[in-house]
């Protein structure tokens, strides 16, 4: 008896498509979550924003102010901290769409946390839905920094009091799962192009020598969309400018 072979051709086309789903698929569904996040309607169709559109309350009043506790605009660093009586209170919960496990228990200021959403949602929309950032850390407190300090080696964790996780401003950032590591590849570029209409700029890129730390692709902090393009449109870190323009390092 012969076989149908149209019948063959449906079911490999039944296979191979199921495969091509499937690999379509497969990272943003093991985005650290037992829930594909393809089930939540909400993240099919991310509303989005140009950066224009979105108001940035002040923004073009605002005088940076590099110096008070809760500037947007604080440097912080081995020699720049936070007050040790400083507490922020205007921390919010970061929306779940966008963090580890869908974990609702990372907080930021509710500023970057709002733009920090709006950035997220172009940047799934950029990449057609099929990447996702999320983050890892947002707001530390001091003790826990301070544990962190305590089993770091030079460069790799901030002081307590002198962190940007601290000052409820620093995001630590994945993308499908996969943690930045590095200073290239699609989706860090895509970051370092759009960041900063969001306000955001990546702390330590330059090394030691000029930010103080190891580079850090994952690191991303807000500080204004006005500062953040100058530093975006300089090609400078935050230290870097800091020193070069506010202080000088000797
Ligand atoms: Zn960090």
């Known amino acids: 008896m012969k076989k149908n072979p149209i019948g063959i051709w449906i079911v490999i086309w039944i296979i191979s498509s199921g495969i091509a789903f499937w690999w379509d698929n497969f990272f943003v569904w093991n985005n650290q979550s037992n829930i594909p996040w393809v089930y939540n309607p909400i993240s099919w169709f991310y509303e989005q924003k140009s950066a224009d559109e979105i108001e940035i309350e002040n923004e073009k009043l605002n005088k940076f102010d590099f110096y ?6 604080k440097f912080l660093d081995d020699n720049h901290s936070i007050s040790t009586d400083y507490s922020i ?6 929306n779940s769409d966008f963090t580890f496990n869908r974990s609702s228990d990372f907080m930021l200021r ?30 530390r407190s001091s003790q826990y920094q301070r544990q962190l300090a305590n089993n770091c080696s030079i460069g790799r964790c901030a002081k307590p009091w002198t962190s940007e ?14 943690n930045i590591k590095a200073l290239s590849g699609i989706y860090y570029q895509w970051l370092i192009d759009n960041a900063h ?24 902090r807000y500080v204004w969309k006005e500062l953040a ?16 323009n506010i202080e000088s390092k000797f």
């Not at 620093?170 to 996969?178: E, F, R, T, Y």
């Open 197 to 220: 209409k969001y306000g955001f700029h990546n702390s330590y890129q330059k090394w030691m020598e000029i930010d103080g730390k190891i580079a850090e692709p994952w690191h991303w």
């Open 89 to 94: 209170n205007d921390t919010v919960k970061i």
């Open 68 to 73: 008070s506790d809760s500037s947007f605009q």
């Open 110 to 139: 509710e500023k970057a946390a709002e733009m920090f959403e709006w950035m997220a949602r172009a940047f799934s929309n950029a990449f057609n839905f099929k990447a996702k950032l999320s983050i890892n850390s947002a707001r």
């Open 165 to 178: 996780h601290e000052a409820g401003l620093a995001v630590d950032l994945w993308v499908n799962g996969w």
């Open 229 to 244: 393009t100058i530093l975006h449109d300089n090609n400078q870190t935050f230290s870097e400018y800091f020193y070069q």
